[in-house]
């Protein structure tokens, strides 16, 4: 079952001169769809970075640790894309998200991605185990 659905459309600005979504974009919309699925369940962001669960402050935050991303049709100017969020994979500091794009309007599939997050105690700046709360957030 998956984490998130989210729609974006094409503008302008996310193609190359050939009128080809820049593979840049998905990245870019993993995360919004990721932040948007979170947000939903109660988590989020200060505007210093700090994570929130429910309004209360943790101790740590999600750090990045890798995205990848396969293109597999291209998508272009103005087309809708549906992107589906799914937990890959959890483990104890360590949270792996996976990404479908698929063409709105014809469901085929566009590209396919991930998203590994880190649990960074902010005090120490080194890798921590994820609060028990926060993983019953993301796997439910």
Known sequence: ????????????????????????????????????????RGLSYDRFGNLYLNGKKLDGVFMLGEYRVRMEKPSKLLDYIDV??????????????????????????????????????????KAASIPKELKELIVG
């Open 1 to 40: 079952m998956p984490f998130h659905r989210h729609r974006v459309r094409v503008r302008f600005t996310e193609t190359e001169c050939t009128g080809v979504v820049n593979f840049i974009n998905y990245g870019r919309w993993m995360d919004e769809a990721l932040l948007d699925g979170l947000t939903e």
């Open 84 to 125: 589906e969020i799914t937990v890959d994979e959890m483990r104890e500091k360590v949270v792996v998200f996976g990404a479908l794009f698929k063409d709105a309007s014809t469901g085929e599939t566009l590209a396919k991605g991930s998203l590994t997050y880190v649990y960074v105690d902010v005090k120490l700046w």
